[in-house]
């Protein structure tokens, strides 16, 4: 049973740039979510999707965007890219009736 | 808004201590609460979670925690860590099915 996987591992890029980062969810979810964790800090929550939708979002700016496919999938945009953007963006998927959330090993993106 | 405080930002132990790592909560309705570790190069795994029932959880490998509503508290402990305990443990709490607010965790060094 494969758990989350996240695409690509690392990325750098320069600012101004774009990015889209990819997570397949723990077969059988069918709920994803994005976090952010910066070096030193917590996960902090970005946004939730479900049936195709963003369901919740955190206070990140509309930069941040994201998708999610019928099969569940889902990918995470950031535009006009910022020095501070560079963190660890983990995926983490679940079920919509149970809250308990499996993690991805995450994309390291570094901005320079 | 919920927020997640954990005191103890370094813990250095010997092996066969006990430990026990706080964590406080602010939220005003009813909670999930969520113990996480994140060993090194590896990505955040599930410790043990409170949804409802007996507050006394027991997770994996040894660990439990206590859910006390009335201090608004869900601390973390293992009556004695191995060497292989090193990691890094976040507390999160959740409001139902929504996004994971976490603490900015506590890194733990045993020492052999």
């Known amino acids: 049973d494969a758990g989350v996987t996240q695409s690509p591992t690392h990325l750098i890029k320069t600012r101004g740039q774009q990015v889209t980062l990819r997570c397949s969810p723990k077969?059988?979810?069918?709920?994803v979510s994005w976090y952010q964790q910066a070096l030193g800090q917590g996960p902090q929550f970005i946004f939730q999707?479900?049936?195709?939708?963003?369901?919740q979002r955190g206070n990140f700016p509309d930069r941040f965007s994201g998708h999610q496919f019928p099969n569940y999938s889902s990918e995470l945009n950031v535009n006009a890219l910022l020095l501070g953007d560079s963190a660890l963006y983990l995926c983490?998927?679940?079920?919509?009736?149970?809250?308990?959330?499996?993690f991805g090993p995450g994309t390291r993106l570094t901005v320079l | 808004a919920q927020s997640v405080s954990q005191h103890n930002h370094h813990v250095i132990l010997s092996e066969a201590a006990s430990l026990e790592l706080g964590c406080n909560y602010s939220y005003g309705g009813t909670v999930n609460l969520f113990w996480y570790v994140q060993y090194p190069g590896q990505h955040l795994q599930l410790l043990l979670k409170y949804f409802s029932g007996d507050p006394l959880v027991k997770g994996i490998k040894g660990f439990e925690a206590e859910f006390i509503k009335s201090k608004f508290s869900f601390n973390l402990r293992k009556p004695s860590v191995q060497w292989s305990d090193t990691a890094e443990y976040f507390c999160a709490v959740s409001g139902g099915f929504q996004k994971l607010v976490f603490g900015t965790g506590t890194r733990l060094l045993v020492s052999p």
């Open positions: 999707y479900y049936e195709e939708e963003e369901r």
């Open positions: 077969s059988g979810h069918d709920t």
């Open positions: 983490a998927s679940s079920l919509n009736t149970n809250n308990e959330q499996f």
